[in-house]
């Protein structure tokens, strides 16, 4: 597929030097993407909530560089950190054709996140999302494009290369990435805003258990390619794309229990998947299940909608809306804190996307 967008150029012989600023979310998604082939295309469309309060602030000072190849410094909440600058290094050499201008310049990047690192949350989605932004940026400066309005899928596009579902995390409240019949200008390039959503949905709450932080057995990447040789992916596909489609419905309708029941059955999907994958691998642990238990009997119980949808990894996203806060928060602090690693909540709720910070 041919890069959408136009490549800028550097307008004049002398770079200027600068320095921008964005804080960007992370997303959970509804319908998830699992699979991809190509240069980090999805083999289904995915649509998430983006979120708020866990985010990624990421500055860039940039000048021109001497030797004519891009040159990065990174520091992560204040310290070196030379496993991050060489995922980044080796992310924006591979972006090198979309932006040949930054094999001009040298840049200073820092970046810190809301939530602790080791809390087992992934940063991905909005620490490549706040790096996209940044870049765009740069990028329209040099050029004199301006810095006025970024092109939001064309900070989505890079984004997804960096990782996959970060292509969402540079959209307000709700994303959808992934073609898709029933999403209006959807791309397996770019995430798109989702249209026709009720308000229920626009402050709905995630609030995020961390049962553990331990670092993942088996990594994200590691998880898509074993889609490839596992047995189920040609009918999981075809689900998410009818499930997406029944989300859509749900979407505008404001149906809370039926966007629960959904959210739910992606989660045992996703996971279901990596069981049944070969080398199977298990990411839930006992607490997950715990705490899965405790949320449909209280459910049961109460009529309370409240909902549960999971990462790849053992920590639980607690989805309600913003009707039942009260009681919800009050189950969450009595029933379900003491199956979480030391207490760890990261209380979070749909948002606005990324935000200019310089
Ligand atoms: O963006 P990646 O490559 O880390 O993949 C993330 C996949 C899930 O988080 C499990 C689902 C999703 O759509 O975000």
């Known amino acids: 597929?041919?890069?959408?967008?136009?490549?800028?150029?550097?307008?004049?012989?002398?770079?200027?030097?600068?320095?921008?600023?964005?804080?960007?979310?992370?997303?959970?998604?509804?319908?998830?993407?699992?699979?991809?082939?190509?240069?980090?295309?999805?083999?289904?469309?995915?649509?998430?909530?983006?979120?708020?309060?866990?985010?990624?602030?990421?500055?860039?000072?940039?000048?021109?560089?001497?030797?004519?190849?891009?040159?990065?410094?990174?520091?992560?909440?204040?310290?070196?950190?030379r496993a991050f600058e060489d995922k980044i290094k080796k992310f924006l050499d591979?972006?090198?054709?979309?932006?040949?201008?930054?094999?001009?310049?040298?840049?200073?990047?820092?970046?810190?996140?809301?939530?602790?690192?080791?809390?087992?949350?992934?940063?991905?989605?909005?620490?490549?999302?706040?790096?996209?932004?940044?870049?765009?940026?740069?990028?329209?400066?040099?050029?004199?494009?301006?810095?006025?309005?970024?092109?939001i899928h064309k900070a989505s596009y890079l984004a997804r290369l960096g990782s996959g579902s970060a292509s969402r995390s540079v959209i307000s409240k709700l994303g959808a990435w992934g073609t898709h019949a029933e999403i209006h200008d959807s791309s397996d390039l770019y995430a798109v805003a989702v249209a026709d959503v009720h308000e229920v949905f626009h402050s709905f709450h995630d609030d995020i258990l961390i049962v553990s932080a331990a670092e993942k057995s088996v990594s994200s990447t590691a998880g898509h390619a074993l889609m490839n040789g596992n047995v189920y992916a040609k009918p999981r596909y075809q689900q998410a794309n009818d499930r997406i489609s029944e989300l859509k419905k749900i979407l505008k309708s404001g149906d809370v229990d039926a966007f629960g029941k959904l959210a739910e059955d992606e989660a045992m999907t996703l996971h279901a998947l990596m069981m049944c994958s070969d080398p199977s691998y298990v990411l839930m642990e006992p607490g997950t299940?715990?705490?899965?238990?405790?949320?449909?009997?209280?459910?049961?119980?109460?009529?309370?909608p409240i909902y549960f949808t999971l990462d790849a990894g053992p920590n639980i996203h607690v989805l309600y809306p913003d009707s039942v806060k009260e009681d919800a928060e009050s189950f969450i602090n009595q029933v379900l804190v003491p199956y979480t690693a030391n207490g760890r909540?990261?209380?979070?709720?749909?948002?606005?996307?990324?935000k200019k910070l310089v």
Request: charged share 15%; hydrophobic share 35%.
């Open 289 to 304: 299940l715990d705490i899965i238990r405790e949320i449909r009997n209280y459910r049961l119980e109460t009529n309370t």
């Open 94 to 151: 591979s972006v090198l054709d979309h932006y040949p201008v930054l094999n001009l310049l040298h840049l200073d990047i820092s970046s810190s996140n809301s939530f602790p690192h080791s809390s087992g949350i992934a940063s991905s989605a909005s620490a490549m999302a706040a790096i996209a932004m940044c870049i765009c940026e740069i990028d329209q400066v040099i050029s004199g494009n301006g810095s006025e309005t970024i092109d």
């Open 345 to 354: 909540v990261i209380k979070d709720i749909v948002g606005n996307g990324p």
């Open 1 to 81: 597929m041919s890069y959408p967008f136009k490549i800028l150029n550097q307008s004049t012989s002398t770079i200027q030097s600068g320095r921008v600023g964005w804080r960007c979310p992370s997303n959970i998604a509804i319908v998830k993407y699992w699979g991809k082939h190509g240069r980090q295309l999805p083999r289904n469309a995915s649509l998430s909530l983006t979120l708020s309060n866990a985010h990624t602030d990421t500055y860039i000072s940039y000048k021109g560089n001497k030797g004519g190849k891009l040159s990065i410094s990174f520091l992560f909440e204040g310290e070196a950190n």
